[in-house]
């Protein structure tokens, strides 16, 4: 049905009987947009369970939609359900554009990670692995 699988922005209330909670996923997940979804359960555990399987950007528990009016709570879906998220730090990184620029004004001729890598400076770094990791580790 579509109004299974479309994004219809309600006020609809689609109520289908499933088997178990397999199927039920499954058929939440059986859409091509994720915005939201919400798990009603008494069951603490299932409702982790559930939310974590569900394909959306926001689940709630036993309760809709308030996760819009709450600054702290990513807004934003997944598959081809909006592009970005709003809120949070999340939504803020939307807003500006990383970048990340490197100077190196030494006046040496090569950096100790640069390719090709003499067997010295490949035996002084297994040594200080397994310094820091303990015997056996860092070496072939």
Request: glycine share 10%; charged share 25%.
């Amino acid at each position: 049905m579509k109004t299974m699988t479309e994004e219809t922005f309600g006020p609809v209330l689609p109520i289908m009987a499933v088997r178990d909670e397999e199927e039920a996923v499954a058929l939440a997940n059986d859409s091509r947009y994720g915005l939201t979804a919400s798990v009603w359960t008494r069951d603490r555990k299932a409702a982790g369970r559930i939310a974590r399987a569900l394909e959306a950007g926001s689940v709630t528990v036993n309760d809709h939609m308030y996760s819009f009016g709450e600054p702290k709570a990513i807004w934003g879906g997944v598959k081809q359900t909006s592009v970005g998220r709003s809120h949070g730090p999340y939504g803020l990184l939307n807003l500006v554009a990383p970048k990340f620029i490197g100077a190196d004004f030494r006046r040496t001729k090569e950096q100790f990670w640069w390719f090709p890598y003499p067997a010295e400076k490949m035996e002084a770094v297994g040594k200080s692995l397994a310094l820091i990791y303990g015997p056996g580790r860092g070496t072939n």
